[in-house]
């Protein structure tokens, strides 16, 4: 198998065939993987060849495709290639936010860039972050809530409810709240639909409206939560 890979890079060839009397179930995975991975012009096939003989007759080879290209194949490799292109997406965004965040908001200081759609920063007291969050056609901030217990959760939202007015004026325009009764946690969030993952070439616009949200949505939440009383 190592032999054909080899010639099929070396020759520039589209097509491989490898035949063996004995085909073993790691190498049928493999070529199923490789037609996942490999370009949609490129095919690897594993045949399994057999010798018959009917009466006196000369044998006679039989050869049954044991793995090839199949549809199913290419449209899990698609997704596969348009996952891990999303996920550099993502690492490259959360890198540039990141940086462009340091010299205004330490909030996040510490926070290393990853591949989610999301990144977020403790708000001082257990289960409380605030959330970067990005999606292919958006962006969002938001203070989210999860201390582990939903009871917990949704008393502290309903609390920090009540000061909806104080907040929203705070931070200086209105908020979605989202107790999200069928959930565990609860969240409030502002939506930033002018550009997501896509908009690459308006990134750093949506990066700086990212993170002047976060601001004051840290500035608006700080002193709610230090009124806050945990048990």
Not at 31 to 41: G, K
Not at 117 to 136: F, V
Not at 217 to 224: D, G, S
Request: glycine share 6%.
């Amino acid at each position: 198998m190592g032999k054909l890979i080899t010639y099929l890079s070396n020759l520039d060839a589209k097509t491989a065939v490898w035949i063996t009397s004995h085909p073993r179930p790691e190498h049928e995975r493999a070529v199923h993987w490789l037609n996942e991975v490999l370009p949609a012009d490129m095919a690897f096939y594993l045949l399994q060849i057999e010798a018959y003989r009917i009466g006196d007759s000369a044998p006679a080879p039989k050869f049954t495709v044991v793995a090839g290209p199949t549809r199913e194949a290419r449209q899990a490799g698609e997704q596969k290639n348009e996952l891990a292109e999303r996920h550099l997406l993502r690492l490259e965004f959360w890198k540039q936010l990141l940086e462009r965040a340091r010299s205004r908001t330490p909030l996040h200081a510490r926070i290393a860039p990853g591949t989610e759609n999301w990144i977020n920063a403790s708000a001082g007291k257990s289960g409380l972050a605030y959330t970067y969050a990005i999606r292919m056609e958006d962006a969002q901030v938001e203070f989210y809530i999860d201390r582990g217990n939903a009871d917990q959760n949704k008393r502290i939202f309903d609390a920090l409810y009540t000061r909806k007015a104080e907040i929203e004026a705070d931070f200086g325009k209105p908020l979605e709240w989202q107790r999200l009764d069928a959930k565990r946690a609860c969240r409030v969030r502002f939506l930033l639909p002018g550009g997501g993952l896509l908009d690459q070439h308006r990134w750093p616009e949506i990066q700086d409206q990212m993170i002047d949200a976060m601001i004051r949505l840290e500035r608006a939440f700080k002193p709610e939560i230090h009124r806050l009383k945990f048990g």
